[in-house]
């Protein structure tokens, strides 16, 4: 978010008002994810649910990345969709995997520490990517941090498939 923030404001030129709006579908669409990763993995299991989310995500960035800087705004909105669903099936499994991990009496540790863990991403994905279009403009910086999202997602996604492989779902949806 913070790369299009910047993106948006000096590369097109958009307001606060008019970049703040671009996000509001990918904002719905993670509360949209959210929800159906629930359901989801009741049916395929935790890993499989994770697995998919990280490749669907991954997907949008590569459009992204396709779409070129000069894409017009309705094109990265829809580029948009499937980094906000995807980014929004993430949250459930990975904590359900977190969880199925440790002694149900470390449980509360345990997802602090993942909170914790997302405000530190989320910091150094600013200082990084921050200073990447710091030393590379907006535009390159933007696609460099696009392809570097898109390989930490594509990794993460064969690592969770690689998990889900090796815990089958079981009855009652388990896995």
């Not at 800087?69 to 948009?80: E, K, R, S, W």
Request: proline residues 6%; contains cysteine.
């Amino acid at each position: 978010m913070f790369v299009f923030t910047v993106y948006f404001q000096q590369f097109q030129d958009h307001g606060p008002l008019v970049t703040g709006l671009m996000f509001v579908p990918l904002t719905a669409l993670t509360l949209v994810g959210n929800l159906i990763a629930g359901k989801l993995m009741a049916s395929l299991g935790t890993w499989r649910v994770l697995a998919v989310s990280q490749g669907v995500e991954a997907l949008g960035c590569l459009a992204l990345l396709a779409a070129g800087p000069g894409a017009p705004p309705a094109l990265v909105l829809l580029c948009f969709l499937p980094i906000g669903l995807g980014a929004g099936a993430t949250s459930p499994p990975m904590t359900t995997a977190l969880l199925d991990a440790v002694d149900p009496a470390h449980a509360g540790a345990a997802g602090g520490l993942l909170g914790v863990m997302r405000q530190v991403g989320g910091l150094l994905g600013v200082a990084v990517f921050g200073a990447v279009i710091s030393g590379l403009g907006v535009t390159s910086g933007a696609r460099l941090a696009l392809a570097l999202c898109l390989t930490m997602l594509a990794v993460s996604a064969a690592l969770a498939h690689v998990q889900a492989r090796r815990h089958p779902v079981r009855e009652g949806g388990d896995g």
